[in-house]
């Protein structure tokens, strides 16, 4: 499905004491299938941006198109529901909601209240379990019971069975260790390529943004600061410093390289051994 | 060698006894002004050691020392008062209704009177940055500004050793950032034996000597360039290497021989550069 | 959500009645709320309207503050007026239209019942108006202190109020977020037959529930960590002081109350 937003602003309590623009005149496009990481600090707009995608907030001014599905001021998509099933959500710290007895009737819920079928449902929990890392004989045990990174794979497997079409991941890593931080990351990548996702990820992480997307929204203050091909944004170093935001390290690293070397290393998201080879060309003037 | 003022002699720790050891024997010495992150994959024990140094929690075997006193019972109350401790959830650990309430609960706690108080909030809220919110409530503060309050809490009653365990996990990096500037400078100033639990690899490159656990054991100390530069191992035991590191070790697979183990960009630059000057 | 937490919510401010100690403000509401039984003639009820609004323009509050805060009551205060009009059949008949049959003395009590109401609450709300609840939670320590001497366990009772209070707004966060989360996989809060509405509370419910089981636990590990040891031995930042200014408003509302005994009418 494809995700469109036309000018969209998003101000909480308007005309009170406590009026905030949330999001301010934003406009674009996420085509089908993509994989887009939103950039930005707290406060910028991100969440607010990412509860538009399934309609649990409508647009103070704006339209947003999703798929067919179209949000503005006071039109809720007819079928919300609908919306809801193939637009999936993992939020911060998604084992915050799990609340069933065992981990089948956890994963059940989401596709339960969307309708499906208890054999569809049981065949997609047979499908979805491997595809988060978890085995079979943790079904019947209480989700209570699994550990901090279990827990969260269970919330995700969750999401996953009702099957959505668009996922929207806001940090999903937070708080794990490298391995599971790694783990959970590669996962989604896989799935956005098996499943033919198209993937919205919220992250703090630029070596992440670089890693997996292809596209990179950069927030600030509700307004879009910044948009395009994860190696064109990383390298404006400065652009990004006067938002507070670093640039990954291996763009850093090549920066200080062509400086003190006075050497040009273009940049196309090389990873650290195609860096480490082309550098050593260099030194040895076969570059 | 001056005498350390935290030793971990032997130790080991269990919940209860049907369950296995979260620590199996393990001594370490930490010094006075001395910096030391302990690093390990969730599970690894080190939150667990952290626990045992402020008597949270006490070994079944060996014996846990501040200053030369071991931890138990008796003694855990004054025991605290030199250890202070900055757990990851920032939202859990405010006490207070305001910032100020939250900075007096420690010195509270040990009886000390209100001008004094008074002087130290001030002083402690200064130091880490937050010298304007005294009177503010906790929700209205950022996940760092809560964790910056914690800190400012712990140094009120003077502690000689303070432990971040896992404080930053939860914070985004300016917040991250903030922590880490305000800690490094409060370490220096006030001499403090500062120990890190982390994961963060910015964070470990900052100290002063890096404890690697894997398995409730010890698995290996050291600098962190000594350690960093045993790349593949610790990432069969789940832990990463910084980026300049790991450059460098495939710099080296590609036959350029760097004459130490760098840690920061600046360094490696230096190094290809003395290479570069006799090619 | 944001809305609710006006009512009652502390206004920063400098007034005077801000600067009260919270056990003055305490003690004179309390009696306050008895002599407003004992009003009952006009002398008498315009002695205590004038206090209260000489109470509320001193506090400085905005109005419309104070009117939000009245808004869940306005229902109450005009359904009690109501029931009195329609009940009471003392006095003379003053209407007389198709079933009404209103009566003076139904009238007078109906008014005299609303602003009984409306005094009330007015003067309760000037309290969480000015008053931090952790200035609340002080005077009530300090105010229940001799019950310390039979065991009652005060300082427990009122570290539990401060951190209640504390922790509101963490959870109501966590429940805005949990709600989020569910009606995310599908879980209808707005439609529906009831029944069905309050079986989508239960993920709500249970994960909230869990989340402020750990929140305790890892709260009372940081207090210990923190040296808290219970109320023992303990100093504390917060001192209540009583100022010239708390005598004078006792003595002033002294006064106010021998004028309502003075003027009401006996017999």
Same mark, same amino acid.
């Given at each position: ?31 089908? /299938? ?24 409508? &647009? ?16 809720? &998509? ?69 550990? /901090? ?30 391995? /599971? ?40 203050? /509700? ?65 | ?112 009177? #209100?001008?004094?108080?008074?002087? #130290?909030?001030?002083? =402690? ?10 009177? =503010? ?44 500037? =305000? ?12 120990? =890190? ?83 | ?36 039984? @004992? ?35 306005? @229902? ?45 609450? %007015? ?84 994960? %909230? ?59």
């Amino acid at each position: 499905m494809d995700i469109i937003f036309k000018n969209v602003t998003h101000i909480y309590q308007p005309r009170s004491p406590f009026e905030h623009i949330a999001l301010k005149d934003i406009s674009l496009f996420i085509p089908s /299938g993509s994989f887009v990481a939103v950039i930005g600090h707290t406060g910028s707009g991100k969440s607010t941006l990412i509860s538009h995608l399934n309609g649990l907030s409508l &647009p103070t001014e704006g339209e947003i198109r999703i798929g067919e599905f179209t949000l503005t001021k006071d039109k809720k &998509p007819e079928n919300l529901m609908e919306l809801r099933s193939r637009v999936g959500v993992v939020f911060q710290y998604p084992e915050h909601q799990l609340f069933e007895e065992s981990v089948r009737k956890d994963i059940a819920f989401g596709p339960k209240n969307f309708g499906v079928s208890e054999e569809e449902i049981e065949s997609r929990i047979r499908e979805v379990l491997p595809a988060v890392g978890l085995s079979e004989s943790l079904l019947a045990r209480s989700p209570f019971d699994l550990s /901090g990174g279990q827990m969260r794979r269970v919330a995700i497997a969750g999401v996953l069975a009702t099957k959505p079409e668009v996922i929207v991941l806001d940090e999903p890593t937070a708080g794990l260790d490298p391995r /599971g931080q790694k783990e959970i990351m590669e996962m989604f990548y896989h799935l956005h390529h098996s499943e033919n996702l198209t993937t919205v990820l919220v992250t703090h992480s630029m070596e992440d943004a670089l890693k997996y997307a292809d596209y990179v929204i950069i927030l600030n203050k /509700g307004k879009k600061y910044m948009e395009g091909k994860p190696e064109d944004i990383f390298i404006q170093k400065e652009a990004l410093h006067q938002v507070g935001l670093d640039v990954p390290e291996i763009v850093e690293f090549i920066a200080s390289f062509e400086e003190k070397f006075q050497t040009k290393i273009p940049f196309h998201n090389q990873s650290i051994s195609q860096l480490a080879q082309h550098i050593a060309e260099q030194l040895r003037g076969v570059g | 060698m001056a005498k350390p003022v935290i030793s971990f002699q032997n130790v080991s720790f269990r919940y209860d006894e049907n369950q296995p050891w979260v620590l199996k024997n393990v001594s370490f010495e930490i010094h006075k002004n001395e910096w030391v992150a302990i690093i390990g994959h969730n599970g690894s024990g080190k939150s667990t050691i952290a626990k045992l140094l402020n008597g949270l929690l006490f070994p079944q075997k060996g014996e846990i020392a501040i200053n030369g006193k071991p931890i138990n019972e008796e003694t855990v109350w004054d025991i605290r008062k030199e250890v202070g401790m900055v757990f990851q959830n920032p939202d859990n650990q405010f006490v207070g209704a305001t910032v100020q309430d939250d900075v007096a609960f420690g010195m509270e706690n040990r009886g000390i009177p #209100r001008e004094e108080m008074e002087k #130290r909030i001030d002083e =402690t809220l200064q130091a880490v940055g937050m010298g304007e919110y005294r009177l =503010t409530e906790p929700h209205r503060l950022s996940g760092g500004q809560k964790q910056r309050v914690a800190i400012a809490s712990v140094l009120a009653v003077s502690p000689e050793v303070l432990i971040l365990d896992e404080a930053t996990a939860m914070l985004d990096p300016r917040g991250r950032e903030e922590i880490m500037h =305000t800690v490094a400078n409060l370490q220096q100033s006030k001499e403090l034996a500062l120990i =890190t639990i982390t994961h963060d690899l910015h964070e470990v490159v900052q100290a002063d000597r890096v404890i690697v656990m894997n398995e409730g054991e010890i698995w290996d100390e050291g600098l962190p360039r000594e350690i960093f530069s045993k790349k593949d191992e610790l990432q069969k035991i789940g832990l990463d290497v910084p980026f300049i590191t790991a450059l460098a070790a495939e710099l080296q697979k590609n036959g350029i021989a760097l004459q130490r183990e760098p840690l920061y960009g600046e360094e490696l630059l230096e190094d290809l550069w003395t290479l570069y000057s006799k090619m | 959500m944001n809305n609710l937490m006006i009512i009652g919510q502390y206004v920063p401010g400098d007034s005077v009645i801000h600067r009260l100690d919270p056990r003055t403000k305490i003690t004179v509401i309390f009696f306050f709320v008895v002599i407003v039984f @004992f009003a009952n003639n006009l002398w008498s009820y315009s002695t205590l309207i004038i206090f209260a609004l000489l109470s509320m323009f001193s506090s400085k509050v905005p109005i419309r503050f104070i009117l939000k805060g009245l808004t869940p009551v306005w @229902f109450l205060i005009i359904f009690t007026f109501l029931l009195h009009l329609f009940i009471t059949k003392e006095g003379t008949k003053v209407v007389d239209f198709w079933i009404f049959e209103f009566y003076s003395g139904g009238i007078l009590q109906g008014i005299a019942i609303s602003i009984r109401f409306f005094l009330l609450i %007015l003067v309760t709300s000037l309290l969480t108006l000015t008053t931090t609840p952790i200035e609340i939670t002080d005077a009530v320590e300090e105010m229940l202190a001799p019950l310390k001497k039979v065991k009652f366990p005060v300082h427990e009772l009122a570290l539990m109020m401060s951190i209640s209070l504390r922790f509101i707004p963490t959870l109501m966060q966590e429940t805005e977020k949990i709600s989020r989360a569910q009606a995310s996989r599908g879980v209808d809060y707005r439609t529906g037959p009831l029944k069905e509405r309050i079986k989508a509370i239960v993920p709500l419910l249970v994960p %909230l529930f869990v989340s402020a089981f750990k929140r305790a636990e890892e709260l009372a590990m940081a207090m210990e960590a923190r040296g808290y040891r219970g109320g023992e031995g303990r100093s504390k930042l917060r001192e209540l002081r009583i100022e010239k200014i708390d005598i004078g408003i006792y003595i002033f509302f002294i006064i106010v109350a021998a004028i309502v005994f003075a003027t009401r009418s006996y017999g």
